[in-house]
C-alpha cells in the first residue's frame, strides 16, 4: 500500500463503521504502519497523512474559510466529526455565530483543534480576536494555546 492510498483510507473513514471490519482493518494498518509505507519518506507524500509520532490528517475544510484542517488521525469523535461535516456541531457553532459579533474577543477554552476558534476567527474579522487554549500536550504539541 502507498501513502496516497492511506491517506485516501483516513480521509474517507467512518468512525461509526464496524471497528471489527475491513475498512477499520485497512485504517488500523495504515496508521500503526505508515512508517513502513515505500513512500513514505519520498519528497512526492501527500499533505493528506503526516506525522511520525502522532499521526495527523489534513483534509479540506467543508465550511468557512475555506482552509484546511489538520486533525489528529486516532481521534474518532470531533477530527472525525469535522473531516466529514467540516464542524464537530453545526448548531452550536450557529448559536455562537449568532451571540458573537464582528469585532469581538472570544476565548476559547479546551478548543481540541480549534472547529470553534477557527470558524469563529473568520466571523468575528479582523478586528475581532479569538484566544484557544488547549491543555492536551499531545494535541497542542508544547504551547498550551493558539492565537488566530
Known sequence: ?????????VRHFEFTWNSSGP???QLHGCLS????????????RPS?????H???????????????W??????????????????YAPKEL?????????????CDLGS?????AVPLAAHVGPRGRVFAFEPFRPLCGSDSYVYY
Not at 493528506?48 to 511520525?52: D, M, V
Not at 502522532?54 to 484546511?68: A, E, G
Request: proline share 8%; with cysteine; net charge positive.
Open 54 to 68: 502522532y499521526p495527523v490528517s489534513v483534509v479540506p475544510s467543508m465550511q468557512s474559510p475555506p482552509s484546511y
Open 33 to 44: 504502519n505508515r512508517t513502513k509505507l515505500q513512500d513514505w519518506r519520498g519528497p512526492g
Open 70 to 87: 489538520v486533525t489528529p488521525a486516532w481521534d474518532y469523535v470531533v477530527s472525525n466529526f469535522v473531516r466529514r461535516d467540516g464542524t
Open 48 to 52: 493528506l497523512l503526516s506525522g511520525e
Open 23 to 25: 475498512e477499520f482493518v
Open 1 to 9: 500500500m502507498t501513502v496516497a492510498r492511506c491517506a485516501e483510507v
Open 94 to 106: 450557529n448559536l455562537y455565530r449568532h451571540l458573537v459579533q464582528k469585532g469581538d474577543v472570544v
Open 112 to 116: 481540541h483543534i480549534g472547529s470553534y
